[in-house]
């Protein structure tokens, strides 16, 4: 599976769109692009994943670039209850639990 | 309400006892995952199991041992060979393969050894 690179850490207002940026340049053509949160203390939660077009659910938006060598993970209107760490995972095959974690970024977000 | 259910939350133990961390899925999943977080770190995948009656050592089984019996449950078993078994430890499971799927995470189980 491809590494992936996220920033360490980002703020963000509440009611305003979170964008939490994610590089995999090493991805490579059957690999999907894997995103999860962890909320403090909690499992880690699915968010959203995609191949190369843009996903969107209830949740969050997945804008994948045309290169699919990065990837923003959008919350459009983020709230105190999405203080969280995310995850950006590059995964191909089966398997679909058997995920490598990184550091992730910790989203905080303010009131 | 279907998912994944860890027991207990919290688990004290002393130094040199064995201990059984237990993982229970309703969710009708073939595969299920053991995983390992220390303070301020990202996942580390102990065992995983594709099928019942058989699984694969991740990426630090050692130390850990795991059964899978029946296809809903998958205990896992910290042995007194893990030199540092105090970790918060999370169970997950998912499709084994129908399309790319997302793994479902149980709350965790926090083992404190003394």
């Known amino acids: 599976d491809a590494k992936t690179t996220q920033p360490p850490s980002m703020d963000c207002a509440e009611g305003r769109a979170a964008n939490l940026p994610c590089n995999h340049s090493?991805?490579?053509?059957?690999?999907?692009v894997y995103w999860y949160r962890q909320i403090h203390s909690q499992g880690p939660q699915y968010i959203i994943h995609?191949?190369?077009n843009n996903e969107t659910n209830e949740m969050a938006s997945l804008i994948i670039t045309e290169d699919r060598k990065s990837s923003t993970l959008i919350l459009p209107h983020a709230t105190l209850r999405d203080t969280a760490v995310y995850y950006c995972?590059?995964?191909?095959?089966?398997?679909?639990?058997?995920?490598?974690f990184g550091q992730g970024t910790i989203l905080t977000v303010h009131p | 309400d279907g998912g994944i259910t860890q027991s207990p939350k919290y688990l004290f133990r002393k130094e040199g006892q064995n201990v059984t961390l237990s993982c229970e899925q309703n969710?009708?999943?073939?595969?299920m995952y053991w995983y390992r977080q220390d303070p301020g770190q990202g996942l580390r995948l102990i065992y995983y199991?594709?099928?019942?009656?058989?699984?694969q050592k991740g990426d630090i089984a050692e130390g850990y041992s795991v059964s899978r019996e029946k296809k809903e449950s998958f205990p896992l078993t910290v042995t007194s060979a893990q030199k540092n078994p105090t970790a918060f430890y999370l169970c997950?499971?998912?499709?084994?393969?129908?399309?790319?799927?997302?793994?479902?995470f149980g709350q965790g189980t926090r083992l404190t050894v003394v």
């Open positions: 995609g191949l190369k």
């Open positions: 969710l009708n999943h073939d595969a």
């Open positions: 995972i590059v995964k191909g095959g089966t398997s679909y639990g058997k995920l490598t």
């Open positions: 997950a499971s998912s499709n084994r393969d129908r399309g790319p799927a997302e793994a479902f």
């Open positions: 090493t991805i490579s053509g059957n690999e999907y």
């Open positions: 199991s594709q099928i019942v009656n058989d699984f």
